[in-house]
């Protein structure tokens, strides 16, 4: 019988002829075994130090391919080498060629698989837990812009306090970012409105105004999107973080629709300066922006009475009867 040598198969140490350990194939390492065994049988097997758990998974699978019969009588009838190892090989051969033909099937299933695993890591909506929490996000979401920031802006302290002061490291003031702001009108009561406007116009961003703004949507590099519903309920509980690629697409056509219904921010040009001078060319921005007189006198920093002196000069100059007039022959004439 040939030399026997002991190594650790899985997590127990088990005995067989000389070659075994070098075999990648348990089944043809058992069928080695075999044909060195005057009398092949488990029990043979079991003396030699073969782990049961081994034979009954390993005996079965040798007769399914035709190396070895087993018997009733406990014995192992060996086939013949010559005969059963070139059976068994071609047996391999057709499996491999079966996995071959199947092979570009199973590469679609693995890509679509893949996909199906990309488009659910995408799939990313949630909802903040209070204003502390959206307050930090939206920071965050602002200060990683990198090439557009779109921002329709209900009326909350947090929304004024961003478009006057810029945003988080004066973001909104940035160029090289697209910005576009759709503010809601009534923000024009706050004072100094008009001023930040200006300052957001002279870097580049688009500024306008829509009255009554419903909820405020910030759009980020057309890839992320906060929707921020603080003016209903100021807690911040329930606003929505959105990074699913086809619901931001969707809250992208909400602010276009919302950026071609609105109008562009009141803004005096230069003749209008020149004509009426600072704070009359300011007035008359105002005016046809729709702002009241009160409005007005906040913005400007004069008195309501100045404002509505301020006005009479202005309609008499442009031969207008109306602040609609007004504002309509203004923007015909270029002053705003």
Not at 47 to 60: I, K, R, S, T, W
Not at 170 to 188: C, K, N, Y
Request: net charge negative; with cysteine.
């Amino acid at each position: 019988m040939s030399e026997i040598r002991h190594f650790r198969w899985g997590a127990s140490e088990v005995s067989t002829v000389e070659g075994w350990a070098r075999a990648s194939d348990p089944r043809l390492a058992l069928y080695e075994a075999l044909v060195g065994l005057t009398q092949p049988s488990r029990v043979a097997l079991e003396q030699l130090g073969f782990a049961g758990p081994l034979l009954d998974v390993e005996l079965p699978r040798l007769a399914e391919s035709g190396l070895v019969s087993l018997l009733d009588d406990g014995t192992i009838a060996v086939a013949d080498p010559q005969v059963a190892i070139p059976r068994y090989a071609a047996e391999l051969e057709r499996l491999a060629a079966s996995s071959r033909s199947g092979l570009g099937a199973l590469a679609d299933r693995y890509r679509e698989a893949q996909d199906a695993q990309e488009r659910a890591a995408t799939f990313d909506v949630t909802l903040t837990s209070g204003i502390g929490e959206l307050d930090y996000t939206r920071a965050q979401v602002l200060r990683a812009a990198r090439t557009s920031i779109e921002f329709v802006a209900a009326r909350t302290p947090t929304n004024d306090h961003l478009v006057l002061s810029g945003g988080p490291d004066d973001i909104l003031l940035r160029g090289g970012l697209t910005r576009r702001l759709v503010l809601d009108s009534s923000i024009l009561d706050v004072e100094g409105t008009t001023k930040a406007l200006a300052r957001l116009t002279e870097t580049g961003a688009q500024v306008r105004l829509m009255p009554t703004l419903a909820l405020s949507v910030l759009v980020t590099d057309r890839s992320i999107a906060i929707v921020d519903i603080t003016n209903h309920d100021p807690s911040g509980y329930g606003c929505i973080v959105v990074r699913h690629t086809p619901l931001v697409m969707a809250l992208n056509e909400l602010v276009d629709a919302s950026f071609a219904g609105s109008t562009e921010a009141p803004r005096a040009r230069a003749d209008a300066r020149s004509r009426f001078g600072a704070r009359q060319a300011q007035t008359l921005a105002l005016l046809a922006a729709g702002a009241t007189d009160s409005t007005i006198a906040r913005q400007v920093g004069v008195s309501q009475r100045t404002v509505e002196r301020f006005v009479r000069t202005i309609l008499d100059d442009l031969g207008a009867s109306t602040r609609f007039q007004a504002g309509a022959q203004a923007e015909r004439a270029g002053l705003l």
